[in-house]
């Protein structure tokens, strides 16, 4: 009923037909949807014969959302950071709901919340990957509020598909993807699922009973630290661990203090990337290990050397002027 008033909203006459096939029913049940309307005391007209449907009556307008300013804020700054850092369903479900939003805001607050949605940047960028359909994530979080066991249909990174019952402990998101921790009836023990790669949920007539003080963030992050990697990394930061911990957070490394500083223990595909992590940082640190660090170090120190050192070029000179050279380094 609901996306029948969209639609009627959004159109100025629509048949009969039109609005079955649209809604995935049939006319009568239109018919009778526009009564459930009309007792709800919205004027829906309508019209016989070839050019006939259905519309709202003329000049009617739904009544503006009524939204102080700090809370259309937070709606529409909301929307637009889960559109942004890969939060959402699908951006069309986000951009649909801006549209709705704006258009039953009061004209006062239209303009500015639209120039904060044009005017704002992030410096995290959107998730590359599929997101997770609404009705998924929907059937897990009233799972795990109501304590109740999911059956789910799973695939994993090796295409490999599994029918699992699962006690679903919470949904959690980290780092662009959606998860799902819970104890896994299959292997009779906590696991994680990604949210984007369960393919089907059904919740079961058996409830369950969370362990006390399960925590599911330190769970799921404990267990994709676990994954393995090409290298181990092992260095002691001489600085305050609070601040380091604000810089470095537990999803990136474990931190613990010794008696030189604070030791970070982390995992690496790459080196190179964790050499500009620590590059990056004000206070000065102490490699334990691997040994190719302190190469990747030197490397990124002599990378940095040399940009230090380029001149402007001459305007003119070939392959120099206003760009720099083509076979420099993208990070100089």
Not at 49 to 65: E, H, K, V
Not at 112 to 131: D, H
Not at 279 to 308: C, M, N, V, Y
């Amino acid at each position: 009923m609901l996306t029948l008033l969209e639609l009627l909203q959004s159109h100025a006459t629509l048949t009969g037909a039109e609005l079955a096939e649209r809604l995935g029913t049939d006319v009568r049940t239109v018919r009778r949807y526009t009564a459930q309307l009309r007792d709800l005391g919205i004027p829906v007209e309508a019209e016989r014969g070839r050019y006939g449907g259905y519309r709202l009556a003329r000049g009617y307008r739904m009544p503006p959302l009524v939204l102080t300013n700090d809370e259309a804020l937070a709606v529409v700054l909301g929307l637009v950071a889960a559109e942004r850092v890969g939060m959402g369903t699908t951006v069309l479900a986000s951009a649909g709901a801006l549209a709705k939003i704006e258009r039953v805001l009061p004209q006062a607050l239209r303009e500015p919340l639209a120039a904060i949605r044009e005017s704002l940047t992030f410096t995290t960028g959107a998730v590359v990957g599929q997101s997770p359909g609404s009705e998924t994530l929907l059937a897990l979080a009233q799972a795990t509020r109501a304590r109740t066991t999911v059956s789910i249909g799973y695939q994993s990174w090796r295409q490999q598909h599994t029918e699992r019952d699962v006690d679903p402990y919470g949904v959690v998101f980290h780092h662009g993807r959606w998860y799902l921790v819970g104890h896994d009836h299959l292997r009779d023990t906590p696991r994680t699922f990604r949210v984007d790669r369960i393919e089907s949920v059904t919740r079961q007539a058996r409830d369950f009973t969370v362990p006390d003080g399960f925590d599911a963030v330190a769970h799921l992050t404990s267990a994709l630290a676990q994954v393995p990697y090409r290298w181990q990394v092992e260095v002691t930061i001489h600085g305050p661990i609070d601040a380091i911990a604000r810089r470095l957070p537990r999803s990136v490394a474990t931190l613990t203090t010794d008696a030189t500083g604070v030791r970070m223990s982390a995992r690496a595909e790459r080196l190179d990337g964790m050499a500009h992590l620590l590059a990056s940082l004000e206070w000065p640190f102490t490699i334990h290990g691997p040994d190719e660090l302190r190469q990747a170090l030197k490397t990124l120190a002599r990378r940095l050397a040399e940009a230090a050192e380029r001149e402007p070029a001459e305007a003119g000179e070939p392959g120099r002027g206003g760009a720099p050279p083509t076979s420099c380094p993208q990070a100089t």
